[in-house]
């Protein structure tokens, strides 16, 4: 049985298409003073249920995640998967500084105690949260994707290109996906504090050629922003650009638009705001991708070949 959690019904919807099943009913409504009342309103005693929900803020998205587990739980579902297109809160994942919470394995925590049997979910901000959770994690790629989309696009001469060195195994991997003799370059960035950063060189040989910058989120713009003007400055024709996550918080359409970058594509892990489809903007599905692994849970098949990276 299929659930969707208000944060991306569209998404939900699509994924409900791709299964060929209904979505099950379910009810988010509000009391007077704002908290959230969930009600599943189907009989879910002994089913596999599966609820679709990203955690993007606000926090409402979460706190609706959470009450919605606990409700599936106390109906008696037989296992309760939390399918979490985008995975919020994910960003401080060690205590990196005095006194600050480790975020991404509080909510681990949190989705197993409100009944989460299993996680499925698809570019975490880093691998290493899969370790935070004591119940089974599918972490998806969204890869294939972008990967099928740019050999459509047949862009000529081209680099792929990491905005810092923390993204560089997963960009050397999508340039192996996109062909055996693809450069990499890397972006060689000092981050000054929470979404800011100075671009210090590119390490890499790029002048005269296409650039695709490949990062797993766009928060406020300003990384891709400052790495394309950087990539610019050092020769490059055309820059692509393609992230899994698109937050585009703060005036980062803005930017985006001002920019020279010719093309920015994101997945639907997360509703876009009417307001902020421009035109460079290009949203990909992953429904399918998503389709395919709840289809192989149900049936308990191996989902290996899904998340693989091709990282080896």
């Known amino acids: 049985m299929l659930f969707a959690g208000s944060s991306n019904s569209e998404l939900a919807q699509e994924i ?6 209904p979505l099950s009913r379910n009810t988010v409504t509000k009391f007077a003073d ?3 009342k969930i009600k599943i309103e189907e009989n879910i005693r002994g089913q596999d249920v599966f609820i679709i929900q990203s955690t993007n803020p606000p926090a409402e998205n979460l706190l609706e995640l959470l009450l919605f587990l606990d409700a599936a739980k ?10 979490i297109p ?12 005095p006194r600050v919470p480790i975020s991404a394995k509080l909510i681990a925590d949190l989705l197993a105690v409100s009944g989460a049997d299993r996680v499925l979910t698809i570019d975490l901000h880093a691998e290493q949260i899969q370790g935070f959770f004591n119940i089974p994690v599918d972490h998806l790629y969204a890869v294939p994707v972008f990967i099928d989309y740019y050999n459509e696009k047949r862009i000529e001469n081209y680099v792929v290109v990491s905005p810092d060195a923390g ?13 055996k003799d693809i450069p990499i370059a890397i972006i060689d960035k000092r981050r000054t504090g929470p979404n800011q950063s100075n671009v210090i060189n590119v390490i890499g040989e790029v002048r005269g050629k296409n ?3 490949y990062d797993d989120m766009i928060d406020t713009g300003g990384t891709i922003v400052d790495a394309a003007m950087a990539l610019v400055d050092k020769g490059v024709r055309e820059i692509f650009v393609c992230a899994v996550h698109g937050l585009f918080s703060r005036n980062a359409i803005e930017k985006i638009e001002k920019s020279p970058i010719r093309e920015v594509a994101i997945t639907n892990t997360l509703k876009i705001a009417r307001e902020k489809m421009v035109d460079k903007l ?11 692994a709840i289809k192989r849970i149900h049936n308990n098949e191996s989902i290996s070949s899904l998340f693989k990276e091709v990282a080896e």
Do not use: W
């Open 86 to 97: 985008y995975y919020g809160y994910a960003r401080q994942d060690r205590k990196d500084e």
């Open 16 to 21: 409900a298409r791709n299964i060929n099943i």
């Open 211 to 213: 650039a695709i910058i």
């Open 34 to 36: 704002g908290e959230l």
């Open 74 to 83: 106390r109906a008696s579902a037989e296992r309760i998967t939390a399918v």
């Open 167 to 179: 993204r560089v195994n997963r960009v050397r991997a999508f340039a192996r996906r996109m062909g």
């Open 282 to 292: 290009k949203i990909l599905s992953i429904a399918h991708l998503l389709a395919e």
